[in-house]
């Protein structure tokens, strides 16, 4: 689905699927050049992370493992409490591996800084973070990224991944959903 096919839902469109993958292929030449020769595990968080991890895993030429996690926020807000349920675990052990965590999105930083903490404490080489979207005026703890695609306004954003109540998620275009969509 492309930005054409939404357009009466977009009040803009902020990144094109071209431009989407050319800012991959950059950040997959860095991720090629620093992880020559780890094989690292790349650690997708469901479901948003799904197009990015499928992008970049591709776009990649160094030798790479995938895993999944599934995780929900505990309290009344959809991210509110900080506090996360892990619904699926990975599989794959991570002590002495190099793991890179792959993200659609780092909003208010609150899933992340939990995420972090936890498989810290498994003994991974390393544990870093890629994520596609960034938005700088949301977080409310700062989280050390690695790789990041693009900033993102303080606004409503779908596409690539991103969602509205589990809609637009297979928009391959990122733009703002115009506000008489959700109101
Ligand atoms: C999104 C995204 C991150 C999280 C970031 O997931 O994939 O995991 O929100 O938000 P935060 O920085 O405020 O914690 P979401 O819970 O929307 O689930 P989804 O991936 O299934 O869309």
């Known amino acids: 689905m492309d930005a054409v096919d939404v357009a009466a839902d977009l009040s803009e469109v902020l ?3 071209d431009q989407i993958a050319a800012r ?3 950040i997959a030449a860095q991720i090629d050049a620093d992880y020559a020769g780890t094989n690292p595990l790349l650690v997708g ?36 409490s900080g506090v996360v349920r892990i619904l699926k675990d990975l599989s794959t052990d991570l002590v002495g591996r190099h793991v890179l965590v792959v993200e659609d999105i780092i909003d208010t930083g609150l899933t992340l800084t939990y995420l972090m903490q936890n498989l810290a404490s498994r003994n991974p080489a390393s544990l870093e973070i890629m994520t596609m979207f960034r938005k700088p005026d949301a977080m409310k703890i700062q989280v050390d990224v690695k790789y990041i695609g693009f900033d993102l306004p303080n606004q409503f954003v779908v596409g690539y991944g991103l969602d509205y109540s589990g809609r637009y998620r297979n928009l391959r275009d990122v733009g703002i959903l115009a506000p008489h969509v959700y109101s």
């Open 45 to 80: 968080v469901l479901n948003g992370a799904v197009m990015v991890m499928a992008d970049l895993s591709r776009a990649l030429s160094i030798d790479c493992a995938m895993d999944w996690m599934a995780v929900s926020s505990y309290g009344m807000g959809t991210h509110s």
């Open 24 to 26: 991959l292929s950059e």
């Open 15 to 17: 990144f094109t699927s």
